[in-house]
């Protein structure tokens, strides 16, 4: 994983509440067993025509969208199902964070492992932030998150929430399994003691 | 008392009363070092086919081993055909990703079901099946209606392919406690109603989001009298309503279901782990952060108008005016859901035309489901204009369906009965809807496309799907039963 600096983009805004990780990267794509190439099928059926052509007219399809790092969802982004393939798409398109007024658990939890930041901010400033969009396309956005701090483009600046492990993890570009690696110690005298109920390997 | 702490403070002695949320995430830690989240320990972690590659990859390159090959179990589900098993599998994509699973889990020392095994089926399925869920355990997959296996009292989650390989290498994950959140459900359910109408009440009052940063427990007099299969129905949803897992404490039920199943324990050890399971319930006057009540007397049989599960109603009631909604992005996203369905609002659904009903899915391809759909199929044709898809949720529950003569009822209608897999729940494996079709299915989900690009879903019980299935439009089972 990166280090994640901070950084200031432009916006692509997707004013939809509650798109759902189908939308975000449809099933049929999910047999795959590695994780290349997800960042074309991003948003697929929103995408992409009956033929599979781009449709010219939507946003991702567009240069000011490709230049755009973060994604300003609507409310309740990520629900749905667990596939983490949602954020490798995602940061394979080339985003680094999401704002929205909420995220579906498990999505919020797979993007930090992924080094792709959910945002969240008041109803009020998302109310905000999509207006000045919609009056600027190129309105830029700062995002730091050692500050946990969002500059909105008229120059103020909101905070967010982070989980300050997932923070830590993110600023110094390492993932949790090492950390967890090391508590094996924590993990044998709890095995010991613990009764075992199952044994799957009997009699599959 | 066993699982009530008493704290002393004041000089007063207070007692602790605890949810069994609280109880099995306390019985579960391992770490809880400062600057991160709990470390908790996983009793049982199943694996598929589709969100596990990339674990065992990341596995191989660390040089990892699984931990645990004891504690975890495997099946192939998600991108299996359903056609006759003997026949190759045409999709080379999704051949290529079962090949892998196989390997995997042999590589690896992993039990598993492929698809050949006698008891292959949708993971969570096959885990209550098999006696693998038990009370009181954490339960967690790759796969967000892990949530299913909390009808046992399990804390049962899913989780993304990251933690897969955390647990697949360490049996632990790192985790931050939730909001405990009862759902309470009381009342007797009228004819025609069921544990899929409660769970779909439950989303549209609250909404797909509504449960988010929650563990439900359900309560209840309407709870407490359901059976196991219909317990796993509305726990299965719970992810619907946002929350990570929903439970329902395990009692004389829930015994007599696991008692005698292949991972169960038996003999004096099955006693031993009554005796722990019975000390799970929430203890009277206990906490939760957040509660609603459901009247089950006053519920009508649900279908969902949208595209997403929120957007429920009662099957009698009519889909709601985008105009009447008062926040822009939320009356765009249901003028949005509506064009997508091609549904004029302020009308029911009933007498919609569909052209497609599908029985199966890990919420409702259970025996008892089943049972529930041939009842209304028996001695009735399908609708000519309908394909229905009956698609049983394990190998078991097939040759328990064909013992009982239920696949003479589902093709005699002219309905297709199928091999176990998730089919067009997911629309992974080739069984999917066409662009504009309407179906009327038994799964959980709704979205843009679930069960096939341009395909419109509405969600409702294996009474309504098999009620529909007859006559070709959406239909009130209530109209059918003698
Ligand atoms: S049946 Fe549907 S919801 Fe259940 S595990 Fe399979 S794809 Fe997921």
Redesign the interface.
């Known amino acids: 994983m990166e280090k994640f600096t901070t950084f200031t983009s432009r916006l692509a805004p997707l004013a939809i509440d509650n798109i759902d990780t189908d939308q975000i990267i449809p099933a049929r794509f999910l047999k795959t067993i590695s994780k290349a190439g997800l960042g074309d099928q991003l948003f697929y059926d929103w995408r992409y025509d009956a033929a599979g052509n781009p449709k010219p007219d939507f946003l991702l399809n567009r240069p000011e969208g490709r230049q755009a790092q973060v994604l300003l969802a609507g409310d309740n982004f990520g629900c749905g199902s667990s596939r983490e393939h949602a954020p490798w798409a995602l940061t394979q398109y080339g985003f680094r964070a999401v704002i929205s007024t909420s995220f579906a658990d498990i999505f919020r939890g797979n993007a930090l492992k992924n080094s792709l930041l959910p945002i969240v901010i008041p109803a009020e400033e998302h109310k905000k932030l999509l207006a000045a969009v919609a009056a600027n396309p190129a309105a830029t956005v700062t995002v730091d998150l050692a500050q946990q701090k969002l500059t909105l483009p008229d120059g103020t600046s909101v905070t967010f929430p982070v989980d300050s492990f997932a923070k830590e993890c993110m600023l110094q570009g390492v993932d949790e399994l090492g950390y967890i690696l090391k508590q094996d110690v924590a993990i044998s005298a709890f095995e010991k003691k613990r009764p075992l109920t199952i044994n799957t390997l009997s009699a599959a | 008392m066993r699982g009530v702490k008493r704290t002393r403070r004041f000089g007063v002695v207070r007692t602790m009363a605890k949810t069994i949320i609280q109880k099995v995430w306390d019985r579960h830690i391992?770490?809880e070092n400062p600057?991160?989240?709990a470390?908790l320990?996983i009793?049982?972690h199943l694996v598929h086919e589709?969100?596990s590659?990339?674990a065992f990859?990341g596995l191989r390159e660390?040089g990892l081993k699984v931990?645990r090959?004891?504690?975890?179990?495997g099946t192939t589900d998600?991108?299996i055909p359903t056609h006759d098993r003997s026949l190759p599998i045409v999709?080379k994509?999704?051949e290529?990703?079962i090949t892998?699973f196989e390997k995997n889990c042999r590589d690896f020392?992993?039990?598993?079901y492929g698809p050949h095994s006698a008891k292959q089926g949708i993971v969570h399925i096959i885990g209550p099946e098999q006696?693998?869920t038990?009370p009181g355990?954490t339960v967690v997959c790759?796969?967000?209606h892990t949530a299913t296996h909390g009808a046992f009292g399990a804390l049962a989650f899913?989780?993304?392919?990251?933690?897969v390989?955390?647990v697949l290498?360490?049996?632990?994950l790192?985790q931050?406690p939730?909001k405990s959140y009862e759902v309470r459900v009381d009342g007797k359910l009228k004819d025609g109603v069921g544990a899929k109408d409660i769970i779909l009440n439950l989303i549209s009052r609250i909404?797909?989001?509504g449960g988010?940063?929650c563990v439900f427990e359900y309560t209840g007099s309407a709870i407490r009298a359901l059976s196991m299969e219909e317990r796993m129905t509305i726990c299965n949803m719970s992810?619907e309503g946002?929350a990570?897992a929903g439970m329902i404490a395990p009692d004389d039920t829930t015994y007599q279901y696991l008692s005698g199943r292949?991972?169960a324990?038996k003999g004096a050890?099955w006693d031993r782990?009554v005796a722990e399971w019975r000390t799970l319930p929430s203890d009277e006057g206990a906490k939760y952060d957040k509660r609603i009540d459901i009247d089950a007397s006053a519920l009508e049989p649900m279908i969902t108008f949208g595209t997403?599960p929120?957007m429920g109603i009662p099957i009698t009631a009519a889909v709601p005016d985008p105009d009447s909604v008062k926040d822009p992005?939320?009356r765009?996203?249901l003028g949005?859901a509506l064009r997508y369905m091609d549904l004029p609002s302020g009308k029911p659904l009933l007498g919609h035309p569909i052209n497609v009903v599908f029985i199966g899915s890990c919420t409702n391809s259970r025996i008892s489901d089943l049972r529930a759909a041939a009842e209304i199929l028996k001695g009735r044709r399908v609708n000519p204009k309908v394909r229905v898809m009956v698609v049983p949720g394990s190998q078991q529950i097939k040759q328990q369906a064909q013992a009982e003569g239920l696949d003479r009822i589902f093709k005699e209608a002219g309905a297709d009965w199928r091999e176990a897999g998730c089919s067009m729940c997911?629309?992974?494996n080739g069984d999917q809807l066409q662009?504009g079709e309407y179906s009327v299915s038994t799964s959980n989900?709704n979205?843009?496309?679930?069960q096939g690009?341009?395909g419109r879903t509405f969600l409702a019980s294996p009474l309504t799907a098999a009620a529909s299935a007859i006559t070709g439009v959406v239909t009130d089972v209530r109209t059918l039963l003698g």
């Open positions: 391992v770490a600057g991160a989240p470390l320990y009793d049982l589709v969100t590659p990339q990859s660390r931990r090959p004891d504690l975890t179990f998600h991108s999709d994509v999704a290529t990703q892998q020392g992993i039990p598993y006696g693998l038990q355990m790759g796969d967000s899913g989780i993304g392919t990251s933690q390989e955390h290498a360490s049996q632990c790192l931050t939730s909404g797909i989001g988010t940063g992810i946002g990570r292949q991972y324990p050890e782990a997403n929120g992005v939320e765009d996203t949005k997911i629309a992974m662009p989900r979205f843009e496309g679930r690009k341009g």
